[in-house]
């Protein structure tokens, strides 16, 4: 299939992802909010063995909801657009929610089955295995309509809930755990009942209800979305073994005081650098699956927001870690956990590399062919594996933090090596120009203060930041043509 360059429909869709940037700015910076102001109240809420079975129990979580549920939020975003056209959306939704449910009945029976084998692998108290279990139905009922929400171009009404949902489970938390005296199950009790509020919410915004109705499902429509999503399931299991694994081995070694501290590292590092640069990918996708579906070239648009990821990302993650002690002090409020910040540098590059690979892998979504991400991920995943069982009992939390920086470089890396034919990503070379110009100046401020100005470390860091991206924009970017 031919794809063609259409400069004015790719000027009109990068003016139409910058107008819900703007919508959907609000629920990713009060979602950076939340996540920023939860890792204080958490860790000085709970001890640091409840901190840790918050974490664990948290981790099995999204383990489930990879295996028997996101992957069907996404295929109802990387399809809704081809059926809209085809009018035929009722089918389409019911399938989803016939899939969804089968998922979900089928989660229940195997974990009651292995009970035995999962309750020892999470090493959790068997009611926190119950209480995960059963908050997977409104968590996979939200992750559904949500992507639905996005499929429908709806960034304010998506907006609304995010934020919604997010600070009515932090205030519940808290509720919960002062008054209550419910410990790390008051986390997981407060999510049940927000989400649950939340779902009744997006039922009303996406209008699913107008367009849902019951029918007999056929295979046919079954196995598109399952060969789409399946693979992105694996891939996502993939990535949680990335990123989740050393929590449970470090577990495994030292105990919940241990792995509490790579659950440190995680919110100071991927819980908010993630949700700032999803903002761009967030808005962004669902208009470029549109591009492509018109057959038009989506390379140059891909090309264009990967160098304005770089733009926002790059000098924020080289100051967080330089200044990694100030800035786990900022966050951590229980100095028994301030070791985390060894974690911070590794993390937060481990973060940027993820974030980079959503446009390098978009390729595989578009092209339904998923299974490529997959074959990635997976040798990612068991290749850091390896490097947590090897590194952990010799070197720590560095070797966490080493471990997963390399595996996620090496995702990313591969997301580079293996192109579908048509759709290889260009470069922002003009971009990375700039930025190297960028950076000269702004390493010699931060030389200069770091040697001679006794200034707070945070205080420096808001410097710096701001001199970055003051010089860039009155100097660099009028230097340097900034189209592609």
């Not at 990375?432 to 203060?449: E, K």
Request: proline share 4%; net charge positive.
């Amino acid at each position: 299939m031919e794809y063609i360059e259409n400069k004015e429909v790719e000027e009109k869709e990068v003016k139409g992802i910058f107008t819900d940037m703007i919508k959907y700015a609000p629920s990713k910076l009060c979602g950076m909010l939340g996540n920023m102001i939860t890792v204080p109240i958490y860790t000085g809420l709970f001890s640091q063995e409840q901190y840790g079975l918050y974490t664990i129990s948290i981790a099995m979580l999204s383990f489930l909801c990879i295996i028997f549920s996101d992957w069907v939020g996404m295929s109802g975003l990387r399809f809704f657009r081809h059926h809209q056209l085809m009018d035929d959306l009722p089918k389409y939704v019911t399938t989803l929610v016939t899939i969804l449910t089968i998922n979900i009945l089928l989660m229940f029976g195997l974990c009651m089955l292995f009970k035995d084998g999962l309750y020892s692998l999470f090493h959790v108290p068997f009611k926190y295995y119950l209480g995960v279990l059963f908050l997977i139905i409104p968590v996979a009922i939200r992750a559904l309509l949500s992507q639905i929400l996005r499929a429908q171009l709806k960034p304010v009404s998506y907006t609304i809930t995010t934020i919604l949902n997010q600070f009515a489970t932090i205030l519940l938390a808290i509720y919960l755990a002062k008054y209550m005296h419910l410990g790390a199950a008051s986390i997981l009790l407060s999510m049940g009942i927000s989400i649950t509020l939340i779902d009744m919410l997006l039922l009303y915004q996406s209008e699913i209800l107008k367009v849902f109705r019951p029918q007999r499902i056929e295979w046919s429509s079954i196995l598109p979305i399952m060969k789409y999503g399946v693979p992105i399931a694996v891939t996502s299991l993939s990535a949680w073994i990335i990123t989740q694994s050393n929590k449970f081995i470090m577990n495994s070694i030292s105990g919940f005081s241990k792995a509490a501290l790579v659950g440190a590292g995680y919110g100071l590092t991927m819980s908010i650098l993630l949700t700032l640069f999803a903002m761009i990918t967030v808005a962004a996708v669902p208009r470029i699956i549109n591009m492509y579906e018109a057959k038009i070239d989506v390379r140059p648009i891909i090309s264009r927001f990967m160098g304005y990821y770089l733009l926002v990302s790059l000098p924020v993650i080289i100051v967080i870690s330089i200044y990694n002690v100030d800035y786990t002090h900022l966050f951590i409020s229980n100095p028994k956990m301030y070791e985390a910040s060894v974690l911070v540098p590794y993390f937060s590059f481990g973060v940027f590399f993820i974030a980079l690979a959503d446009y390098t892998t978009l390729q595989y979504h578009l092209a339904n062919k998923t299974h490529i991400g997959l074959i990635i991920k997976l040798i990612s995943g068991i290749i850091g594996v390896v490097l947590n069982i090897v590194l952990i009992p010799e070197m720590g939390l560095v070797g966490v933090g080493i471990a997963t920086l390399l595996t996620n470089f090496l995702y990313w890396f591969l997301s580079i090596v293996i192109v579908i034919k048509g759709l290889s990503v260009k470069i922002p070379k003009r971009m990375m120009l700039r930025l190297a110009a960028t950076f000269v100046p702004s390493g010699i401020l931060l030389w200069l203060l770091k040697s001679f100005v006794p200034i707070p470390g945070v205080i420096q860091m808001v410097i710096i930041l701001g001199f970055f991206y003051g010089f860039y924009y009155l100097c660099v970017r009028r230097l340097i043509n900034f189209q592609e």
